[in-house]
């Protein structure tokens, strides 16, 4: 699947996306079955996507690949933080 990013109204990006010829049809199908079309849809279901993700999913994955802090939080700190996303 090839992407491209390139920038557009302030706070939306524009990104082209390839699919399989099969999850054209299909979620084009979806799309008409919904009263929308299929850029509608799909932006619809990233959307639905982005909001669906867990803040303490997001600190896991940000913390296991952006380790970005000047100074390390203690134990004590790292463990209350936790706490407080439920983890």
């Known amino acids: 699947m090839d992407t491209k990013t390139t920038s557009s109204k ?11 010829e099969d ?3 299909l979620l084009s199908a979806k799309a008409t079955e919904q009263g929308t079309n299929l850029k509608r849809y799909i ?4 959307i639905e996507e982005a909001e669906d993700i867990e803040d303490a999913e997001l600190y896991a994955h ?4 952006k380790p970005n802090g000047f ?7 790292t463990k209350q933080f936790e706490r407080s996303l439920g983890l």
């Open 23 to 25: 999850a054209y049809r």
């Open 62 to 65: 940000l913390l296991s690949t």
């Open 10 to 20: 302030k706070g939306i990006r524009r990104k082209n996306i390839d699919i399989p």
């Open 71 to 77: 100074e390390m939080a203690s134990e004590e700190e």
């Open 43 to 46: 932006e619809k279901l990233l």
